[in-house]
Nanobody, 119 residues
Framework: QVQLVESGGGLVQAGGSLRLSCAAS????????MGWYRQAPGKQRELVAH???????NYADSMKGRFTISRDNAKNTVYLQMNSLKPEDTAVYYC?????????????WGQGTQVTVSS
């Protein structure tokens, strides 16, 4: 089935930057929307950003202007450039990919990568 490999997380000081990546592999007929979500301990998972097949994006308000989502369709990879990071951005970040396996649209989650922002 589909596998998502995430990378780029780590520890950074407030005001710093990180770039996350998520590469999809497996038997995929086509990939649709890709996205990033995050979850802090004891909190619900929340949307960070989506990028659609045509390149259109949306962002959660707290990330707008600081984060940029992009995709490389040839590599089946989605990226998240995070700038001006704040301690409240600390969370596990998960990628999510919608795909068509030939039977209809489905989605798959990555295992998450930790982002820690120190004050």
């Amino acid at each position: 089935q589909v596998q998502l490999v995430e990378s780029g997380g780590g520890l950074v000081q407030a005001g710093g930057s990180l770039r996350l990546s998520c590469a999809a592999s497996g038997r995929i007929f086509s990939i649709g929307t890709m996205g990033w979500y995050r979850q802090a301990p004891g909190k619900q998972r929340e949307l960070v950003a989506h990028i659609f097949t045509g390149g259109k994006t949306n962002y959660a308000d707290s990330m707008k202007g600081r984060f940029t989502i992009s995709r490389d369709n040839a590599k089946n990879t989605v990226y998240l450039q995070m700038n001006s990071l704040k301690p409240e951005d600390t969370a596990v970040y998960y990628c999510r990919v919608w795909y068509d396996d030939g039977l209809g649209l489905k989605d798959y989650w990555g295992q998450g990568t930790q982002v820690t922002v120190s004050s």
